[in-house]
Every structure is written in C-alpha cells, then in structure tokens.
C-alpha cells in the first residue's frame, strides 16, 4: 500500500494556505520594522509552526475518532491542575510549569483544537435533525462547551473564555438549533447580567469596563486612536511613523498592532487587512454549503472561522476604543509563539480532515 495517494492532494484547501500567506508576510513585516530581535524569534515560531502542520496533517485524525474525547478529558485535567498547580504572571494564573525545565505551557491555548474536535465529533455522531436539535441535544453540547469555559474563566482569562463561549454556542447555531431555545438563553442571559456583572467579573475586568465606558479611554486607547488617525487615508513612511519608532504605542508588535498597521498604510490598508480576513472567514464557513453530509468538517471549518472572526473583532474595537482592552491578539497577525502556532495547527487539523476525507475509498481500490 502507498503511503500517500496524489488523489488525497486534490482535495487540499490551497485557497486557504493563499488567503493565510499574505498574513503572515505582513505581519513579519511590521514586526521587523518595529523590533528586529521579535523579527527574529517570530522566523523560529514560523519553522515550529510548519513543522507542526507537517505532523498534524499526516495523523491518522479519522481512523481515530475515538481519541478525541479522551483528549478532551485530558485538556479538563490540566485546566483544573492550573488551579492547583498554576504558575501565576502579572496576577493571572494560566501557565503550567514543564518539569525539569524553565518552560511553561498555557492549557487554554493547548485545549482550543481540541475543544473545537470534540464539538465537530459530537455533533458527527449525533448530526441534528431536519428542524435543528432541541433541548435535550443542546443541554447535553452545553455541558462540553460550559464546562472548560468556567475553568478558564476562574484563572482568570475571561476574554478566552468567553471567545470558547461563543464560538461553541456559534457551531451549534450555525448546524441548526431550534429557534426557541436561542430565545429562551437571551431572556436567561438578560435577566442574569446583573449577578453575572457582580459575581462572576474581577475588580481588574471591571476596572477595564468603567475605563471603556468612561469619558476618557485609558493611555494604551488614546495612543492607539492617535496612531490611527495619524495614518490618515494612505499612511504613512517608516521613519514618519512617530507613535511607533517613538514608542508612545504600547505593545505594538502585540495587542495594538492594528493601530500600527493603520499608521504605516492608513485607511485603505485598514479596510484592505479586514477585507482579507472576511475572505478567509467566508472561505472556512462556506465548507458547510460545500461539503454538506460531512458534519466533522462543517463543525470546525466554522469554529475554526469564528474563532478568527471573534479575535479579530474584539482586538480591532478594543484598539479603536469601542471595546474594553481584553488582551486578545490579532490572529496570525499579532507577534507571539501560542496564539500562532495554534492557529496553524488548527488550519492543520481541518487540511487533514478535508484531504483524508476519501482515503478508505482509495485504499478499498487498490485492494480491489
């Protein structure tokens, strides 16, 4: 038997790989600009990376379906040895150290593929019905997509853990829930703000909450809305890029990189940069019209695009002011090895689950 049938290639994603490229390109560009030293580090996280899509791309994923929820279970238990054993930075605790090193790994970055493979098994092993799935369906997904939200709401990483939230609840609207049930969880969720607000949020994200609403934003808000504005329509030069080159903008090659995109190519390169990003949004989403009777495939296609979609939406307000600073990165655009590296390997998963899709068929071939 080969190793590897060429039929298997013409079912790979390449507009995907085109539509994430350019990204990536960009986003070493900018970095290098601003801090040759991340420019570098961000070139190793580059070969991590494609060596991880390598790997992942060729693991048998569908002959071993079964795995995932022992996975799953996995990711729960170092989520809740974060509570015991965490090891806590700038008053968060989310890292675990690595024995017999100085390494840490992040649990809830580790848990998002996962997370989104154990929703895509489920919803594969009990596909809904032609009106959508009810309310004993929806309980039963609930508990998987509640249940790593609150342990890593409790870190605290709100932000991440409200990213999971929607994009779990965002499948199960997108393969068909019934109306009626997304009604009654608004009402719930209306009526509950208030304890929620009092009982669930830290003094910190609270903090970040009066800042947002206040009358003034806070210092790292005000540098980014100048650097901004001061990109004007087209941009402008390197050396010309003052907020930046002169460090007014906090955590530029992070948090705030929008901000400096939007100074070095202004308004256009601002709308250009969101354009690509719908693209490679729509482009994922769009498996589910394609690719209908594979229900694996639409369930992460989806949670893989509004993972992106929520990312991006949240770090792009918080930059220009219309939403608290939450510390979410820009997706494949902002510096930083987890958030990359995950992002790749997630593209890696879904490349794996598309090109293998037919493998049994051509082997059942060649045995013919």
């Not at 899509?53 to 995932?68: E, G, H, K, Q």
Request: with cysteine; aromatic share 16%.
């Amino acid at each position: 038997m080969r190793l590897f049938d060429k039929r298997i290639i013409s079912h790979f994603d390449h507009i995907l790989v085109f539509l994430v490229l350019p990204l990536i390109f960009l986003s070493h560009h900018l970095i290098n600009e601003t801090n040759e030293i991340l420019a570098q580090k961000q070139l190793i996280y580059f070969s991590v990376a494609a060596i991880c899509f390598i790997l992942v791309f060729f693991l048998p994923i569908r002959n071993n379906l079964r795995v995932i929820p022992f996975l799953y279970w996995v990711g729960i238990l170092l989520l809740l040895a974060v509570e015991f054993f965490g090891v806590t930075k700038l008053g968060a605790t989310r890292w675990l150290a690595i024995p017999f090193t100085n390494a840490t790994i992040q649990p809830s970055e580790l848990i998002k593929p996962i997370f989104l493979l154990m929703l895509g098994y489920l919803i594969y092993i009990n596909p809904p019905k032609k009106e959508g799935y009810g309310i004993k369906e929806f309980l039963h997904f609930s508990f998987y997509i509640l249940l790593p939200f609150i342990l890593i709401a409790k870190e605290p990483d709100l932000g991440t853990a409200m990213v999971l939230l929607f994009v779990g609840y965002g499948v199960l609207f997108v393969i068909g829930v019934r109306w009626k049930i997304w009604a009654g969880i608004a009402i719930a969720v209306a009526l509950a703000s208030p304890l929620m607000y009092t009982y669930m949020i830290k003094d910190y994200q609270k903090k970040r909450i009066t800042d947002f609403i206040s009358d003034e934003p806070s210092y790292h808000v005000q540098q980014s809305i100048i650097a901004i504005g001061s990109g004007g329509l087209f941009g402008k030069d390197q050396e010309d890029a003052t907020q930046t080159q002169l460090k007014f903008l906090p955590i530029a090659t992070s948090d705030f990189i929008f901000a400096y995109f939007v100074e070095r190519y202004g308004f256009i390169g601002a709308v250009g940069l969101i354009f690509l990003y719908l693209l490679l949004i729509t482009h994922l989403l769009s498996h589910n019209y394609s690719i209908k009777d594979d229900y694996l495939v639409r369930a992460f296609a989806s949670g893989v695009a509004l993972l992106i979609f929520f990312n991006m939406s949240i770090n792009i307000l918080m930059v220009i002011g219309f939403a608290p600073v939450v510390g979410l990165p820009l997706p494949i655009f902002s510096y930083g090895g987890s958030s990359f590296i995950t992002f790749i390997v997630f593209f890696a998963i879904l490349e794996n689950l598309l090109a293998f899709r037919y493998k049994d068929l051509y082997n059942y071939e060649r045995k013919l």
